[in-house]
T-cell receptor, first 114, second 114 residues
């Protein structure tokens, strides 16, 4: 059973460009979470999605950031008009159910904004 | 606000030394508690978790943690560390009423010297 897959592993963008980060959850998992890790900080929750629904986006910046988890295909975290402060590691996790279920993490996408 | 504190940001030990990493959280309600480990170049892996029952939890690789409700603490311990334990360790808490989002501490970087 493959783990959580994320791609790309490394992404370089210039200021003002768009970044699209993809996450494929573990087989059988319908819950996806995105976290961001800034340098020298712990992981910060961004958004929690189930198939076709955003359940909790309390950690998402109000502008430029969006997330989706369509019925078919991976979850996408989209950052429009990136700025240097968006440089971070973005981790995706998945779980089979709700509260208390272990979240399995992917390898992360390291975004560098030049 | 719900928060998680890890007291030591950097720890350096010699092999065979004992390890204790502190973790405290801010909230007095029902919590689920986790320790994750991130080895160099790898993704987060679950070391152990506490949901209920015996407050002394055994995890993988000889790690254990003790939940002390009165102190809002969940410290991680290992009696004798190995060079291969060099990694970053994250404490995470699932607070009641917070859907399924994990609140992470800032992490502790452990370096074990042979």
């Amino acid at each position: 059973n493959a783990g959580v897959m994320q791609n790309p592993r490394h992404l370089v963008r210039r200021r003002g460009q768009e970044a699209r980060l993809r996450c494929s959850p573990m087989k059988g998992h319908s819950h996806v979470y995105w976290y961001r890790q800034l340098p020298e900080e712990g992981l910060k929750f961004m958004v929690y999605l189930q198939k076709e629904n955003i359940i909790d986006e309390s950690g998402m910046p109000k502008e430029r950031f969006s997330a989706e988890f369509p019925k078919e295909g991976p979850s996408i975290l989209r950052i429009q008009q990136v700025v240097r402060g968006d440089s971070a590691a973005y981790f995706c996790a998945s779980s089979p159910g709700t509260r208390g279920n272990e979240q399995f993490f992917g390898p992360g996408t390291r975004l560098t904004v030049l | 606000a719900q928060s998680v504190s890890q007291h030591n940001h950097h720890v350096i030990l010699s092999e065979a030394a004992s390890l204790e990493l502190g973790c405290n959280y801010s909230y007095g309600g029902t919590v689920n508690l986790f320790w994750y480990v991130q080895y160099p170049g790898q993704h987060l892996q679950l070391l152990l978790k506490y949901f209920s029952g015996d407050p002394l939890v055994k995890g993988i690789k000889g790690f254990e943690a003790e939940f002390i409700k009165s102190k809002f603490s969940f410290n991680l311990r290992k009696p004798s560390v190995q060079w291969s334990d060099t990694a970053e360790y994250f404490c995470a808490v699932l607070f009641s009423g917070g859907y399924n989002k994990l609140i992470f501490g800032a992490g502790t970087r452990l370096a074990v010297h042979p």
